[in-house]
């Protein structure tokens, strides 16, 4: 299969899903999807800066990789369409509620540094795409301690892919001035 064939199917997949619960981007209209298709563009330019990776593969985790965390999908009905592989990368990217807010992050960023580069790569592109602007709501605080952690998700992956290292370290400077006093 081609990989357009593999992310269009794979897109809508994910993009049914996350419409059923009428997922959105904090504060807008805007389909959740759209977050999605960013991880997944970040990914394919990244590809194109990268020796020896799994583009494709890569792309279906890019896709997936809020699926278990936001929605009713299980990994058996995930294994079963993407395969065990994509399950596991998707898997190792979704924090674990059980855990206080402020360790789940850290627990996340432990799992996937023992993951294959592809999905690595996968949480930089997603920390970049969520560095535009901040959702009005989100207060001072909320913004510094997003900011904090996009840093954190940089110094522990930093060795995963040089292309997506410098995207996320010149966002983390460009947010910056969404800190107020």
């Avoid at 997003?146 to 522990?156: D, F, N, S, T, V």
């Amino acid at each position: 299969m081609a990989i357009q064939d593999t992310y269009q199917k794979v897109l809508r997949y994910a993009a049914e899903k996350h419409a059923l619960l009428q997922q959105t981007l904090p504060d807008s209209i805007i389909p959740y999807s759209v977050h999605l298709s960013n991880v997944a563009m970040e990914i394919l330019v990244a590809a194109t800066h990268s020796n020896s990776f799994d583009t494709e593969f890569a792309i279906q985790v890019g896709l997936l990789h809020d699926i278990l965390e936001d929605t009713a999908v299980t990994e058996g009905e995930l294994s079963t369409l993407f395969g065990s592989d994509v399950t596991a990368g998707v898997k190792a990217l979704t924090k674990n509620k059980l855990l206080p807010k402020h360790e789940q992050m850290k627990d996340s960023l432990q799992r996937i540094k023992k993951c294959v580069p592809e999905v690595r790569s996968v949480k930089l592109a997603d920390r970049i795409t969520n560095l535009q602007e901040p959702p009005v709501s989100w207060t001072t605080e909320k913004i510094q301690n997003y900011l904090q952690e996009a840093g954190l998700i940089l110094k522990e992956l930093r060795g995963t892919n040089e292309y997506l290292e410098k995207r996320l370290a010149l966002k983390i400077e460009a947010y910056t001035k969404f800190i107020t006093d």
